[in-house]
């Protein structure tokens, strides 16, 4: 493929799919977190007075940054996702399966680095398995 090509490529997945996953993601993610804060038990809890009961207030405004908290790093973890699997689309100028595996590898790997060599390599394999199973149940 030609230069030309491989950059128009390159600017319309990320105009078009990076812009829908990250928006998609931050939905999900935000969704995700305002459930997960209805549900915990310790949502408005106060330790230094561990019998008052706290106000509906409180409850929804942990509720609404645990939501966004969530909604954030869905929408990080999307957009690494989709701007890799774009790349690696574009650099292979191939349209399959395999470039989602390649893509959550690198993802996987990137965000598990952080806590050392062997979580980088277990993210990068979780994943790129998750990323198959995604794959080859959507195809």
């Not at 990320?14 to 931050?26: E, P, Y």
């Not at 999900?28 to 310790?42: K, M, P, S």
């Amino acid at each position: 493929a030609s230069r030309l090509t491989i950059v128009f490529h390159q600017n319309h997945c990320i105009t078009s799919k990076v812009a829908v996953l990250l928006l998609d993601c931050f939905v999900l993610g935000g969704a995700f977190g305002v459930f997960t804060a209805g549900i915990d038990t310790n949502v408005g809890f106060d330790p230094k007075d561990p019998l008052r009961t706290p106000t509906a207030r409180e409850v929804l405004k942990d509720m609404g940054q645990r939501g966004m908290s969530y909604a954030k790093n869905f929408a990080i973890v999307g957009a690494m996702f989709s701007c890799t699997e774009c790349i690696i689309e574009s650099h292979r100028g191939v349209s399959d399966w395999k470039n989602a595996v390649y893509s959550g590898c690198v993802t996987g790997g990137a965000i598990g680095f952080r806590a050392g060599l062997k979580a980088g390599v277990l993210g990068c394999g979780g994943f790129a398995a998750f990323s198959a199973a995604i794959e080859y149940y959507l195809r």
